[in-house]
């Protein structure tokens, strides 16, 4: 397993127009097993606390895993749209996202995810989303894995 810099950028416009934007740094960890690249970190920017976050990406599709103070399922794959139960200890709501764009650029450890999707919350439009995630190894120790 390697340790990487997790980079997460995200844009949010809600049916008003409105948008918010969040940046997000996280130390966590690589490992690649079964054709899949897994990527491993906690999540500190969530409301709600702490949440351990896992990216599985494949070619095509990319699944969030969120556990902690919240849990949910997430499959990103272009033109797919996909349904997932977002459990909260206040609730849990019925979550569709429909992706538009997926691209993956990815390499033995380090690489760039880019997805766009709509997003709505138990039947109604939530929000226009856009996030960009770059996953990198730690300055000096991108010498060791080549």
Known sequence: MERVIVRVRG???????ETS???????????????KHYVLYDDLMMEDGEVSTVLKIEPGAMVLLRSGSV?????????????????????????AVRTEKLDVVYGSV??????????????????????????????GEAARLN
């Open 110 to 139: 380090t690489g760039n995810i880019d997805v766009i999707y709509a997003m709505s919350i138990n039947g109604q439009v939530q929000s226009q989303n856009e996030l960009h995630i770059e996953v990198t190894v730690p300055e």
């Open 21 to 35: 934007r969040i940046e997000t740094v996280a130390e966590g960890r690589h490992y690649y097993k079964g054709g």
């Open 11 to 17: 844009e949010q416009t809600d049916p008003e127009g």
């Open 71 to 95: 849990c949910q399922e997430q499959r990103f794959a272009a033109n797919e749209e996909s349904v997932s139960e977002y459990r909260t200890p206040f609730g849990n709501m019925r979550m």
